[in-house]
């Protein structure tokens, strides 16, 4: 699939944000007979360098994966902090789906790419071994792209 945009159709996962991680996740083990994983926190802005908008941000998130079938979601509880896709997400729209996720390679000219089609960059930084990048695709997608690119 080399000839579009991304160069990949493989979605890694697809994410929620909600308020109470805790209490969703015991929800979901539940509901679908499955342990619950390990809640982990973002890491801070010295390792992720996480921008909004442009501009250096502290904000960070509480995520954890499920692993149902060949289906991974991530759930996502974001701080306090009111620069944050995740932050703006759930106090815009509520509790729900947030973006799928995609792993690719050449992260800046995928987004030069996307921008130059009007899908601006909302979110970037890095995590131990990779970063990413929350694109804006709504007017063409009606949805949020994470894109994810690995060492």
Known sequence: MSNTILGTDIVVHIALVVK??????????????VGIPDAQWTPPYEQSQAEYHGEPVESR???CFFKIGNLEIELIQPDENPNSTWRNHLDTHGEGFHHI??????????????????????????????????MDTFDELKLMLELLEND
Not at 117 to 129: A, D, F, R, S, T
């Open 20 to 33: 109470d991680i805790k209490k969703t996740s015991d929800a979901y083990a539940k509901f679908f007979g």
């Open 61 to 63: 998130a509480l995520h």
């Open 101 to 134: 996720a995609l792993v690719v390679n050449g992260l800046k000219q995928i987004i030069a790419d996307m921008e130059s089609k009007n899908m601006p960059l909302v979110q970037k930084g890095e995590y131990e071994g990779g970063r990413y990048a929350y």
